[in-house]
């Protein structure tokens, strides 16, 4: 019997595509092994978002050149966003030809194709094309994480072209999927037990479908399918969120109250330069409007620091709109500059100790709030969906809130009994990250 591993790395779209990859091997009769140091075949689901994620994966694959040494029979493929630069595939094909298998973010369906013609032929497997007609997810039979949550993707790729994004360039145009499709999909999980979707697309509010249906009228179409308790989505982008949307949160009860907006920026000037297409007052005007329609709404986002050409001014104005939003959490990130996107080649590139002091000030301001904001939940009573036993405590459950809070509780029940059930926890311990509490 063999079995397969797969280690993913990047964002949820490509947790995604490693679940339809698992779908895939399963079918050709490969076992799932966690450990992929004991698997017969392994995928690696890259990530090139930041110059970190590529020093990972050259590490990692380095060791598994041991493995390929000792046990010629061993499999690796690499995939996701890495193999999408012409410059990692020749690296691969320079310093790890035994690399087995190298397909592109738009080629996954091929892989059974790329696995028989390696153990027909011998030879090395490379399948690397753009626009690359994507996999018809009704085909799929994804191996998901979780029985009662799942992702679903609503657009692929990305048109936006942010300065310092190199999202665009390996995940192809951005292409949305009918409307009826993503309900389709959504009531075959909702029948198999699936209570919970995360709607996903790297720019959510610019889906329009073929017939023209936009990002609310799907939100209102799956906010009707039955079974379907909670409707989650990522990424909002400032630039064409509309008030339709908006308004959701009033009229679609199985709307999570929360949101993930990334900012990024808090200076006009650097928005101007990252090509976002908003200024600081339409964010602020944005937040102001969620707020309005559902008061208790939470709010994500993400920021880059030391952006090029970023002065301490500008900085301030990030720590500014920070303040004023008041953000329930934060992803911080230093600017990482990639080959091939424009602001990489901008001259005025902030240097990295001022980087690194910039970043944790904004670290300590956006921790700080998060633990105000996660004070106000002291003492009540939160219905969390259970997502399993908890990772870091033992004999604790985590689940989240509608707001997306993680919660860490007690409860006499037994895994099989709570998972993926939605309970009422009292919150009696407020921490920066999470909650703790007990079942009531
Ligand atoms: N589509 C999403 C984000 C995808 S990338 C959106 O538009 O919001 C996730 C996050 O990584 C981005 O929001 C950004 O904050 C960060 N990021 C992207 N490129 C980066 C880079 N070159 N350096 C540092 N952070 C980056
Ligand atoms: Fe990258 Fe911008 Fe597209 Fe997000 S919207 S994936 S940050 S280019
Ligand atoms: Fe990374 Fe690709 Fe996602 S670069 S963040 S895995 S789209």
Redesign the pocket.
Known sequence: MSTYSIITYGCQMNEHDSENIAGMLEALGYIHEEDPWASNLVVMNTCSVRENADKRFFGVLGQFKKIKKSNPDFVLCVCGCMPQQPRIVEEINKRFSWVDIVFGTQNIAQLPELLENLHKTGKKQRAIIDNNPRIAEEEMKPVRMHNHKALVNITYG?????T?????YT?GREKSRMLSEVVCEIERLASDGVREVMLLG??VDSYKDAIGNSFAELIKAVNEIEGIERIRFM?S?PKDISDEMIECFRTCDKLCRNIYL?V?SGSDRVLKRMN?HYDRARYLEIVDKLRAVCPEITISTDIIVGFPGETESDFEETLDIARRVRYDSAFTFIYSPREGTPAAKFEDQVDDVICHERFDRLVELMDGISLEKNKEYMGKVLEVMVDGLSKTSPNTYSGRTDGFKLVNFTSDKSEEEIAGQIVKVKITETKTFSLEGMEI
Do not use: A, E, L, M
């Open positions: 990305c048109n936006n072209f942010c310092y994004c190199i999202v665009p995940r790297q720019n990424t982008h990334p990024q976002r």
